[in-house]
């Protein structure tokens, strides 16, 4: 038991510290522990994720659905998140259960990353590491968003995007390649 405890802290003290390194408005990791429902969320994702890999499906649901009451943020538990994310205003968010999340991504409120199909295979799209997703931005369907991108607010994106680049508008065009 305390191996899964150790796989669970240490992952959540580095989400807060990095939530912590990139929002200016914290004044303190501990501010950030106790009063951000971006990480919450997180605490309660990790848990409900760690009984679905156990195919305890019912558990890891109500888990999930407890913090989408609390946070108004809603992660499905078979969702795969990776290492340091910061969820930023989360009030509306959305994550579908095929969908990836690579390290050090910054999500904005109201984004969506959602299935356009009732199929029971892989429907959400894999996002990179360092993408940063602008408020009410939506990216639909099993697509693939590369790394070092940058998703403007109200996007829609339905078509993979490649690495390095700034994606605005509905749909989605790429405006910039990094430098």
Do not use: W
Request: proline share 3%; aromatic share 8%.
């Amino acid at each position: 038991m305390m191996k899964y405890l150790k796989k669970l802290i240490f992952p959540l003290y580095m989400d807060a510290k990095n939530i912590y390194e990139k929002d200016p408005a914290a004044k303190s990791i501990l501010t950030v522990i106790l009063l951000y429902q971006g990480f919450h969320i997180l605490i309660l994702y990790r848990i409900s994720h760690f009984f679905y890999k156990r195919k305890m499906y019912f558990l890891a649901r109500l888990i999930s659905q407890i913090g989408r009451f609390l946070t108004g943020i809603e992660i499905h538990p078979g969702a795969k998140i990776g290492k340091r994310l910061f969820i930023d205003h989360g009030m509306g968010i959305v994550i579908g259960e095929t969908a990836t999340i690579g390290d050090d991504c910054t999500i904005y409120h109201g984004v969506t990353l959602g299935g356009t199909g009732k199929e029971r295979v892989k429907r959400h799209p894999d996002i990179g590491n360092n993408v940063m997703i602008g408020c009410g931005a939506k990216i639909l369907g099993p697509i693939k968003i590369g790394n070092n991108v940058k998703i403007g607010a109200n996007a829609v994106v339905t078509k993979t995007i490649e690495d390095n680049v700034t994606v605005v508008g509905i749909p989605g065009e790429i405006v910039q390649h990094a430098q």
